[in-house]
Structures are given as structure tokens and as C-alpha cells.
């Protein structure tokens, strides 16, 4: 599907000018927006909860501020909120069947920044428990598809965000990231993500060290204003960042409008095929190199390197289990059979490392983050394919295999995570496609410098735009 102009398939920026304009109505678009949900959410299962009674009060809200003039930044943009998130009086089940029917007093302070920016609620987008694994598939919701070809993963554990997006139900998703779970999604739903910078967006009452949260978006232009909404300190999360002041749009802004040829000029750019350990698909990563070096014709000088820090999965995998052991560990026995299998596992698994193994990591850590501080001394964006392959088959843990290599847990999503443990920005872009499945190209900044990675992000879908390119179900609804 390519040109659609229905009101459902707008992004947020579009949105908010006929708003101001009183050309188009929130409450129409909201109520185009329910109608898509209604019929592909059967077979898409991307939301959990829908929230159709609050998205149109919200929008009837919307509407009469625009014609007050006090419209927010997102008044009247339909929204989805992750199923891992608190969102008060709205059940949020955290994909577990441990919390099916919980709804929480409060909401996070995400949600509350988006409802005051005058958000329309859509509902709540399916996850995998506690958000665990790369394929959004639990025990309260079943699995999620990829709208792109029906059976296949739309990744984890976002991956209700991202199919709603890519199918044009609601322009802006919410999402969380703790070792690629904005940018597994976006990037198997042919969409953009970005993780902010560790702390940008706040985060309570869930979240950890290695956690962001961020949006998923049709275009560049709309996750900034997510971003600019979201972000900013707050007493509930010790670690969040102060607000940036409103810039990331405008960074976003001043990417796109840049002439072709100068846009990104002076930026030093490296380009890694493989991170120097990575096992990935001969055909992934060749779209996503022939992406990188497309950066050139914006004036970018790019280069092949990587940092020569290794593979820093031994790490991730010691943070990462011995947190899920905390959550779980003490009362395995008791609610195993409630729980996704893969997790148990994974609990189980961590109880062969000590608190000395876990102390060892952060330090590993810290030694880790150091060295790729340093690389980021000589280079303002680091390239690498976002993911070695394509969709899986939804319901599986992972692929299983990558290039002929084994790979378990986490290990398979060697371009991901890493970039968790450093807390850096990290965007995922469409490149292209591989067998009718699309590909992501990630982009990595330096420490905080988000608005570089949405400028260069704009820069690109400029000359390489892909918000016309709907997967199949988006024609079906």
C-alpha cells in the first residue's frame, strides 16, 4: 500500500496541523482508529486491553482544547501504552498470568506526561512476561503476528507496540528496552524505534539498569515529540535526566530539512558488519551495509570500524538472569506452572551464579562501557545491522540458530544489547527487505547525545523513505 491518505494512516506531526486547523476532527480519528483495532486485532493480537471508551472521551477533550487553544503537544494522537507499564484504573497484566487481573492505583510517569500532552488512549499492547524474551507471546494473550507475513514473530517484547504502528493503528507506541526490545520490534515490523539514552524517560514503578523507555513511530519526526513528551526528571526513578528543554524535535526537524548533500556533514560515522563477534545472516547484514553507506551522500564520512571490546553477552547474561531470579527465584516451586516456560528456565538457570558472579559483572560492566566511551571519542554514530535475521515463527523463545551458530537466550541479539549495558542511545531503521521481510539498520550515539541519532535518523529517511510501505494486513482491515 503506498500514498494512503485515510485519517488511520496520518502520523502525529500530520495529526497535530489539521487538528489546529479544525480540518480534521480527533474524535473521527479516533473512531477510525478503534474501528481498525476492532478488525485486525484478532488476528494481529497486538493489545491486551482496549481502552475505546477512554480514547473517545479523551479525543472529545482534545477537541475542545483546540478550539480553546490550549491543545497539548499530542492532543488528540492516538497512542498504545506497553502491558508492562502502569496505567491507573487500566488492567495491566504484564504477560503473566500472575498479574492477569491486576490494575494498577497509578499510573507511570510516562503515561501521566502523555495524558496531560493530551493523548488518546488506545489500549494496552501485548508483551511477552515481563518482558523476557525477543517474541511477544504469553499465556494471557497468545501470540502476537507480524504484520508482514502472518505465523512470524513481530518481535519481543514490544512487539504489540510495533504491530499496532506498522499496521496504522495509532501513529505513536510506547515501548521498553532492556536488552532490544523497542529495536527488535520496530525492526522486524519495518518501522522506527529509538531507546533513548538510559534515564531520558523515566520509569517506575517497573524498570533497571539496563531498561529504557521509549517510542515506536511510523517516522523520526513523531518519536521525537514522543520523546520531547515523555522525558524529564521525576522523583519516583532516582536515575531519570532532567527534561532536554523541547529539542528533539527540533533536531529531528533540522535532519530533515537539511539539503541532501550536507545534512550530516562532518559527522563521523563508523559502520561494523558483525561488531567483530556477531553471528548474523550474509543477507541481513548486506542491506543493512548498503543502508550505511548511504550516510555518505549526506555528507558523512563513514568508515568501517568497532569497538574492540568483545562480546559483552557473558555480562548481560549474569544481570540480566540474576534479576528475573530475584523476581521469581524464592517462590519457584509455587508458581512455576503459572509461568512461561523459557522463564522458568531462565531462573533456574541463574542459580549457578553467585553474588560474587553478579558483583564480578558490574564491574565488567563498568570495564565494558569504558571502552566503547573511548570509540565514541573518535566517532559520532556507530552502524550495524539491528538484527542478524529476520521474523521467527511467533511462539518460539528465539531463532534457535543464527549463520549456523547456536544461540540461546538473549545471545541472539548480539547487536542489541550491548548498547543496554552502556546506557546509549540506539535507533532502528528501515533498510530494506530481505525475502519480502524487512530489515533494520541500527544507529548508536554518543553518551546522551540523543539528538544526534534522530538528526541523522531524519537525514536518512529523507532520501530513504519507507512510511509509505505497509505491510499486507494494513490493506486488509
Known amino acids: 500500500m503506498r500514498g494512503v491518505s485515510e485519517p488511520w494512516a496520518l502520523s502525529a506531526v500530520e495529526l497535530r496541523a489539521l487538528y489546529a486547523r479544525r480540518t480534521l476532527s480527533p474524535v473521527e480519528v479516533a473512531r477510525a482508529v478503534l474501528d481498525r483495532l476492532e478488525s485486525l486485532e484478532p488476528r494481529l493480537r497486538a493489545f491486551v486491553t482496549p481502552t475505546p471508551q477512554l480514547a473517545l472521551s479523551q479525543a472529545a477533550a482534545a477537541e475542545r482544547a483546540y478550539a480553546e487553544g490550549s491543545a497539548g503537544p499530542v492532543a488528540g494522537v492516538p497512542v498504545s501504552i506497553k502491558d508492562l507499564t502502569a496505567t491507573a484504573g487500566i488492567r495491566t497484566t ?17 503515561v501521566e506526561r502523555l495524558y496531560r500532552a493530551g493523548a488518546v488512549m488506545l489500549g494496552k499492547s501485548n508483551t511477552s512476561e515481563y518482558g523476557w524474551k525477543g517474541d511477544t507471546t504469553n499465556r494471557v494473550h497468545g501470540s502476537t503476528q507480524n ?13 504489540g507496540a510495533a504491530a499496532a504502528v506498522s499496521s496504522g493503528i495509532g501513529p505513536l507506541a510506547q515501548g521498553s528496552d532492556g536488552a532490544g526490545s523497542i ?10 524505534g529509538i531507546k533513548p539514552s538510559y534515564g531520558r524517560v523515566p520509569q517506575w514503578p517497573a ?23 515523555m522525558e524529564g526528571s521525576d522523583p519516583r526513578d532516582r536515575w531519570s535526566l532532567p527534561a532536554a528543554g523541547g529539542h528533539l524535535a527540533a533536531a529531528a526537524e533540522g535532519g530533515a530539512d537539511g539539503e541532501r548533500g550536507d545534512a550530516l556533514a562532518g559527522l563521523r560515522v563508523a559502520w561494523s558488519r558483525d561488531l567483530g563477534y556477531a553471528a548474523v545472516e550474509d543477507e541481513v547484514a548486506d542491506a543493512a551495509e548498503a543502508a550505511a553507506l548511504r550516510l555518505a551522500e549526506l555528507g558523512a564520512r563513514v568508515e568501517e570500524a568497532h569497538p574492540e571490546a568483545g562480546d559483552p553477552y557473558p555480562v548481560l547474561d549474569v544481570i540480566w538472569s540474576c534479576r528475573m531470579a530475584g523476581l521469581f527465584g524464592p517462590r519457584l516451586d509455587e508458581i512455576e506452572d503459572q509461568l512461561d516456560p523459557g522463564l522458568a528456565g531462565v531462573v533456574r538457570d541463574a542459580a549457578r551464579y553467585s553474588g560474587a558472579d553478579y558483583g564480578r559483572a558490574i564491574l565488567e560492566q563498568n570495564t565494558y562501557v569504558d571502552v566503547v566511551r573511548r570509540f565514541f571519542d573518535r566517532y559520532d554514530l ?5 538484527l542478524p535475521v529476520t521474523a521467527f515463527p511467533a511462539g518460539d523463545d528465539g531463532p534457535g540458530s543464527v549463520a549456523g551458530r547456536p544461540r540461546r537466550f538473549l545471545e541472539w541479539t548480539a547487536f542489541t544489547y550491548p548498547f543496554n549495558l552502556t546506557g546509549q542511545p540506539a535507533a532502528t531503521l528501515p533498510c530494506g527487505e530481505v525475502d519480502g ?4 539498520l541500527q544507529m548508536v550515539g554518543r553518551w546522551r547525545d540523543d539528538a544526534a541519532v534522530l538528526r541523522a535518523s531524519a ?15 494494513a490493506g486488509e482491515a
Do not use: K, N, Q
Open 459 to 473: 537525514a536518512f529517511e529523507a532520501i530513504a523513505p519507507w512510511r509509505d510501505r505497509w505491510p499486507p494486513v
Open 382 to 386: 556507530l552502524l550495524t545491522p539491528t
Open 147 to 159: 504484520p508482514w507475513r502472518e505465523g512470524l514473530t513481530a518481535g519481543g517484547s514490544s512487539g
Open 207 to 229: 524498570g533497571s539498569t539496563l531498561s529504557h523507555s521509549g517510542p515506536i513511530a511510523r517516522t523520526v519526526a513523531d518519536a521525537a515529540l514522543m520523546i520531547d513528551v
Open 94 to 110: 504484564r504477560g503473566s498470568l500472575l498479574h492477569a487481573d491486576d490494575v494498577p492505583a497509578e499510573d507511570a510517569p510516562l
Open 183 to 192: 529495536r527488535i520490534p520496530a525492526a522486524f515490523c519495518g518501522i522506527y
Open 437 to 440: 521481510l524487512p530489515v533494520g
